[in-house]
């Protein structure tokens, strides 16, 4: 607040200047203006005067033209008549001529008795038997009447515009107040609430201020998806793994008592399958953490949705080689916009749980409906799959359908379903024609309604 203020000082100020130069430059016109209409008007009534008598000029100064100079009441009046021969007829013989012109009229300034004078000079010709010639009447007052009129237009209008400026302070400050109230409102809103609280903030504001309030909002809705994610990778860690550890623990317990090297060797090959499933389970946790991580941190990238199918196959065919996998992209690209490694790790989970649950044949497959503007990647196995009954359960966490499962954790499928919600897609689960189970991803074409 104050340092709207200061700068809006500094701008007062600065304007002030510039209104007091235009202020003073514009008094001084009109102040030069009206006075130099005064002594035109006299050197017209002088030069009226001027008459050609027998064979020379005479010059009966009118008194209309000094009236007129008298309404300058402080400054001093001269006046000069001259003939075409440059000889003085009346007035001041030193008073300096104007540079040359060709105007009936000119306005010029001068020194004389030590003071700066303006002066009007005008000619008058005459073509008389006596007299055939100019005659240049010159008049000039001080500058003191004008000046002091110039000062007195200035000083009243920086007067106007010192109250202006008061008036136009107090409204800017109150504007400003007004302003900033609804971003007073904002900071007691946040400043009074529980640390713990990410909730969208509800708060009256203007419409000019609602993008700052949707902003705060969004950045609190990012927080608390970070926040959650946290919190839900803690509590899968210690809801999945106490389990495999103690078990673990227990056989290592058995190994450590047993003395026959046939029992030995099954508690061995028991402590290896745990550790294995163990392994799967913390892989998938971490995955699942980092997945959601991506989806608020990335920016999406343009795709291929088949480059995505054939890395995963790849991946797949190093780690299974001996798997029967058929993969099926068509010809024609299809385009989205997504994070490759996120949906790579999904349909990684497909296929994976085609593999290890399913039956063989397993495909892989990429589509796309460009009616629906939908591309799909899907996976299908020969194999039973999950119950139609459990479709709509088995993209949560710890599902009854991975419960049924000895060695399911239930998160693949979660992982799956929160790669399709960050990409504004579905998990979808399906029988083929040919009776085969389907679990596909869907998500939108890139380009596609909009």
């Not at 009966?60 to 000069?80: G, K, M, N, Q, T």
């Not at 000046?147 to 010192?162: E, F, G, H, S």
């Not at 579905?426 to 389907?438: I, N, P, Q, T």
Request: proline fraction near 4%; charge should be negative.
């Amino acid at each position: 607040m104050r340092r709207l203020a200061v700068a809006i000082a500094l701008i007062l100020m600065a304007s002030g200047s510039v209104v007091a130069f235009a202020a003073y430059a514009y008094g001084r016109q009109a102040a030069e203006a009206a006075y130099d209409r005064l002594l035109a008007g006299a050197a017209f009534q002088i030069a009226q005067s001027v008459e050609v008598s027998a064979d020379r000029l005479t010059v009966d100064l009118p008194v209309s033209a000094f009236e007129l100079l008298a309404l300058a009441p402080d400054d001093r009046v001269v006046y000069r008549v001259v003939d075409r021969t440059g000889a003085t007829l009346t007035g001041y013989d030193d008073l300096a001529p104007p540079p040359a012109h060709a105007s009936d009229l000119v306005f010029y300034s001068s020194r004389h008795g030590g003071e700066t004078m303006r002066l009007a000079a005008t000619r008058r010709r005459f073509a008389e038997q006596a007299y055939s010639g100019d005659v240049e009447i010159l008049v000039g007052h001080t500058t003191r009447a004008r000046d002091a009129l110039a000062a007195d237009i200035a000083t009243k209008a920086m007067l106007i515009v010192a109250v202006a400026g008061v008036v136009i302070a107090a409204l800017t400050v109150f504007a400003v107040r007004s302003s900033l109230a609804p971003l007073a409102r904002i900071e007691a809103a946040l400043a009074n609430r529980d640390p713990k609280d990410l909730s969208p903030l509800d708060v009256r504001t203007p419409r000019e201020v609602e993008a700052l309030v949707g902003g705060i909002n969004r950045f609190m809705d990012r927080l608390q998806r970070r926040m959650a994610g946290m919190q839900t990778l803690i509590a899968d860690t210690a809801h999945q793994l106490r389990t495999p550890i103690a078990a673990l623990r227990a056989q290592a317990e058995l190994a450590s008592e047993e003395s026959d090297p046939a029992a030995l060797r099954a508690i061995a090959e028991t402590i290896r399958r745990r550790a294995s499933g163990l392994g799967r389970l913390a892989d998938q946790l971490l995955n699942q953490a980092l997945v959601v991580h991506r989806a608020d941190a990335l920016p999406d990238e343009r795709l291929d949705l088949r480059e995505v199918a054939m890395r995963v196959a790849d991946e797949t065919d190093g780690l299974m080689p001996d798997c029967d996998l058929r993969l099926s992209l068509g010809e024609d690209p299809v385009r989205i916009a997504g994070d490759s490694f996120s949906l790579a790790e999904a349909a990684k989970n497909l296929l994976n749980n085609a593999l290890r649950y399913g039956a063989e044949p397993v495909s892989l497959t990429v589509s796309a409906d460009w009616d629906q503007g939908l591309a799909e990647i899907a996976v299908l196995d020969a194999g039973q799959g999950i119950a139609e009954a459990d479709w709509a359960d088995s993209g949560r966490r710890f599902s009854r359908a991975a419960d049924r499962r000895s060695d399911g954790a239930g998160i693949g499928l979660a992982i799956v379903n929160a790669v399709a919600a960050s990409h504004g897609g579905r998990l979808v689960f399906s029988r083929a024609a040919d009776g085969r189970f389907r679990a596909a991803l869907q998500v939108p074409l890139a380009g596609v309604g909009t």
